[in-house]
């Protein structure tokens, strides 16, 4: 006879044997979906030792009722569909799929802690993967995870062999900062509609959430503005090094900022100013204090042009742009430039920007500026990009603003990598790999701490930088790792196990198509 207590000791005996077997065959399988290289790293991992296997009769199910999830679903079986060659269909339903399945759902009590609109729950099964979320925005950036976990041929746009496992466990996941976000400038060079789409996608792999668009500058105008046409067709005929511009239509703007909102990225645009503005004065004789339009420019000074301060007709010109701008914009913020006015008198300066705090507020929208408004008095809900100046930053928090950081010597994509490399510039730093990564926002400046943080935003200024292919090299292996420091908490971040993960991306970027940087600092995995 076996008494109750033994029957209760035996049981937890065989539990407690079960788990060593199943955490000793996690260790040593690749099964282990705790040493899967997924950038940026999830907040947590519990791995289960397993397989989920995709077959050719995996179809993707989605919770009945929205839209954008239907969406969703379709983005991840567009990407499975062309490398597997499997028919992967999106079927709606209302109860749990069977067995060899992709079930995504929407949490109907908002119960995945801490996970604000982003969070993401992943179970992968041997029977199913399961991703839920609060939002739409928390299943897509989930959905990048799920592509992660499989191999990275799964990102070839041609039919390849399997097989196609996930590792089984449970992943819980949620960023550390709202926003998290990359700049181009398309300014001193012109990128065309397909180039910016590539580094949206490249961005939503990533988690990334913002793509900062630098509209105008003294070399170009890059955004049709139908009450000032010149403004386009004049001022965006010229770029740097005298090739021939461009610029986006609105309707071509608009198909960017929807490209950008179905990958639940946030386009925010700048138009520089009262400095960085000569591609408009040479447009507008009367946005000029001498009444005489200026030349295009095409070389690479900067703190040459300013607005006319006491012109009514800059205000005239700035609400009309602005205003039409506004209307282009679902996102909250216009940025309004403010950096390097060497040309514009302080005491001009000041009352410029506490101006245009007002113009961008009354067309609904909040404003982002580069450290250098902090001078001025910021309004309510004005966030500072901090890119070189420590004592603005503190000015501006000071204020009560928030900091989107860009520190130009750990965040500048143009910056070089070392000595040797072709493109770019090193007036802030060398920024190597390891340099791009290692920094936390939160401590990088003393005064500005992660309350006053919004979140971070890695810069490409293209002076040097004409095609996508540079593009590429100059943010191919930068890019992951300040997607990672907008996303994973500090703490669980550390170079020498993210180089790894990084290593691992090789084989990713190149299914992918891009041409990166290798750097010898990376164990890349070929
Ligand atoms: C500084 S950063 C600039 C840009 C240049 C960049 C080149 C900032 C706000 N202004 O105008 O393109 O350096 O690295």
Redesign the pocket.
């Known amino acids: 006879m076996i008494t109750k207590k033994q029957n209760a000791a035996i049981t937890a005996f065989l539990i407690i044997t079960m788990l060593c077997i199943q955490l000793s065959s996690t260790a040593k399988t690749p099964s282990d979906l705790s040493k899967a290289s997924i950038i940026p790293k999830p907040v947590s991992i519990t791995a289960t030792g397993g397989y989920f296997t995709l077959k050719s009769n995996t179809d993707i199910y989605i919770q009945e009722g929205s839209e954008e999830l239907k969406q969703i679903g379709q983005s991840l079986a567009d990407i499975l569909k062309k490398s597997t060659g499997f028919a992967i269909d999106v079927i709606t339903t209302n109860n749990v799929p069977k067995p060899g399945n992709i079930y995504l759902t929407l949490k109907a009590d908002n119960s995945i802690a801490n996970s604000v609109d982003e969070g993401y729950e992943l179970t992968v099964t041997k029977k199913l993967v399961l991703l839920s979320a609060n939002k739409t925005a928390g299943l897509f950036r989930g959905m990048q995870t799920i592509r992660q976990l499989l191999p990275a041929k799964i990102e070839m746009v041609s039919k390849q062999t399997g097989p196609w496992k996930i590792a089984t466990g449970i992943i819980t996941d949620y960023p550390a900062y709202s926003y998290r976000g990359a700049m181009l400038?398309v300014s001193?060079h012109f990128f065309g509609v397909g180039d910016v789409e590539k580094l949206i996608d490249y961005l939503a792999f990533y988690k990334m959430n913002v793509l900062h668009l630098h509209l105008s500058?003294d070399q170009g105008w890059r955004i049709e503005i139908k009450s000032w046409p010149e403004l386009a067709k004049h001022g965006g005929s010229s770029q740097v090094g005298g090739g021939e511009g461009g610029y986006y239509t609105q309707e071509q703007y608009k198909d960017i900022v929807q490209y950008a909102k179905d990958r639940y990225i946030t386009i925010v645009p700048e138009i520089?100013m009262p400095g960085?503005i000569n591609a408009a004065l040479a447009s507008y004789a009367e946005l000029n204090c001498s009444g005489k339009a200026t030349e295009l420019y095409t070389g690479?000074e900067?703190g040459f042009s300013t607005l006319c301060i006491n012109l009514d007709v800059t205000y005239k010109f700035i609400d009309d742009v602005i205003g039409e701008l506004a209307v282009l914009t679902p996102g909250p913020y216009i940025h309004i430039?403010g950096?390097?006015s060497h040309s514009t008198k302080r005491e001009d300066y000041i009352p410029f920007i506490n101006r245009v705090q007002d113009i961008v507020a009354s067309h609904g929208k909040k404003v982002l500026g580069?450290d250098?408004i902090a001078i001025a008095s910021l309004k309510p809900n004005v966030v500072a990009?901090h890119?070189?100046n420590v004592k603005n930053a503190n000015m501006a928090v000071g204020q009560g603003a928030k900091i989107l950081m860009?520190p130009?010597k750990k965040a500048?994509l143009?910056?070089q990598y070392d000595k040797s490399t072709k493109l770019g510039?090193h007036?802030?730093a060398y920024i190597e790999v390891d340099s791009a990564y290692i920094w936390d926002p939160a401590t990088l400046i003393p005064g500005v701490g992660k309350a006053d943080i919004l979140g971070i935003e890695a810069?490409l200024?293209?002076?040097t930088i004409t095609n996508i292919d540079e593009m590429e090299y100059m943010i191919f292996p930068r890019l992951p790792g300040y997607a990672e420091i907008g996303w994973t908490p500090a703490s669980g971040r550390n170079w020498n196990e993210y180089r790894v993960r990084l290593g691992k991306q090789g084989v990713r970027f190149k299914a992918m198509g891009i041409d990166y940087y290798q750097s010898a600092r990376v164990p890349w995995e070929k």
């Open positions: 400038d001193r500058d520089d960085h690479i900067v430039g950096d390097e580069w250098d990009q890119w070189a860009s130009a500048y143009d910056m510039l007036w802030a810069a200024w293209t002076e």
